[in-house]
């Protein structure tokens, strides 16, 4: 959905405006790797989303992330809040950005300072942004934060790191960021690194938070199903490109990129009549085709519909659906969009009916 600054100032809390990252190494800094290229993606504000980022290990995601953070600057385009460089917010503006939007990171176990209890991370906050004044408000407020998520105070407070699971690490940074009232969290797989049976606790946590509290979630992960189950958007990712965006439940019950039909057959499936499939999902390429210069598409050596064009110039984004787009030429006869417009496939109808259909849907695995 393109747009000046000016124009998106009052409706965008964060935005990517063609966004690309390349990181140089080497000698003399000659090599060179795209990260992540021409990538555009909003969230609104004003209404409560989950949109997944989804991709293989080298796809791009944790760049993304740390792009949205302000982590890293980008090397070409502009990430805005509330319409205005993340490079060149004032201190004030700052502030509010550190409150309105909040991350909980992958590890849940080098989050923490293992000399301090785990209070410590959830007092810091409420001090630095007087978020109550005096120590049973202090405390009330942690309470309160903590049963939000499914943890009882008497077990988790006045214990170091080391005495809690990761999956109670885990729910006490989502505590954290919930004590801000943030009106947006980037979870970079939040739960990769927890065991199967607290996924689900920490995922329906973030549910929780989206429903309740209004807040809007970018949800990175390798994961589909997970992706699946949270999710009313889905934006797949690979080295550094997007493949597919769109409605979660569109493009996982009908994938169209090639390496989205990867993705979805890769998902093992406790069904004997729809054996798993694995690299299977797609046949061998048909064509060994060299690229012709810098521009190409990613995923040429790997798909099995390889045409000339495919090695010649980036596929564009192709608008099959008005909920969603795909990067590739075996649907060129739909219209072109440029990637600057590429959210207006999923910022358009996130609406109540959306998330009321992601909340139906729950643990429904089966689809994928």
């Not at 984004?317 to 008005?322: D, E, G, I, N, Q």
Request: proline share 7%; with cysteine.
């Amino acid at each position: 959905m393109s747009a000046s600054p000016t124009a998106t100032a009052s409706a965008a809390l964060l935005e990517a405006d063609n966004i690309t990252k390349v990181f140089s190494g080497g000698l003399l800094h000659r090599s060179q790797l795209t990260a992540l290229a021409d990538f555009s993606f909003r969230v609104s504000g004003e209404t409560p989303s989950i949109t997944a980022i989804v991709g293989e290990s080298g796809s791009g995601k944790t760049t993304l992330a740390r792009l949205l953070l302000g982590l890293v600057t980008p090397t070409s385009g502009v990430v805005r809040y509330k319409g205005t460089d993340l490079q060149e917010l004032d201190k004030e503006a700052q502030r509010a950005f550190l409150r309105d939007v909040q991350v909980i990171f992958q590890d849940p176990f080098e989050v923490y300072n293992p000399f301090y209890k785990v209070d410590h991370v959830l007092d810091t906050p409420i001090k630095n942004f007087g978020l109550a004044n005096g120590r049973r408000a202090r405390r009330a407020l942690m309470e309160e934060s903590l049963g939000a998520v499914g943890l009882r105070a008497e077990e988790t407070l006045g214990r170091f790191p080391h005495q809690l699971s990761g999956g109670q690490r885990q729910r006490i940074m989502v505590a954290r960021a919930l004590l801000l009232r943030p009106k947006l969290i980037i979870a970079d797989e939040p739960v990769s690194m927890v065991d199967a049976s607290m996924r689900a606790t920490i995922l329906g946590s973030l549910q929780k938070l989206n429903r309740e509290f209004g807040i809007s979630v970018v949800y990175i992960t390798h994961d589909l199903t997970t992706a699946y189950q949270i999710s009313q958007d889905i934006i797949v990712l690979y080295r550094g490109s997007v493949a597919e965006v769109g409605n979660v439940e569109t493009i996982v019950q009908e994938p169209q990129h090639p390496y989205t039909q990867l993705l979805v057959g890769s998902v093992p499936v406790p069904n004997p009549d729809h054996p798993w499939q694995g690299e299977r999902a797609l046949d061998a390429p048909t064509a060994d085709l060299t690229p012709r210069g810098e521009s190409f598409c990613p995923f040429h050596d790997r798909c099995p519909h390889t045409m000339p064009v495919c090695v010649e110039q980036h596929p564009p984004m192709f608008r099959t659906a008005p909920d969603r787009a795909v990067a590739c030429y075996l649907y060129q006869e739909s219209p072109t969009m440029p990637a600057a417009e590429m959210t207006s496939v999923i910022t358009g109808g996130a609406g109540g009916d959306r998330g009321q259909r992601t909340g139906e849907r729950g643990q429904k695995t089966e689809a994928v």
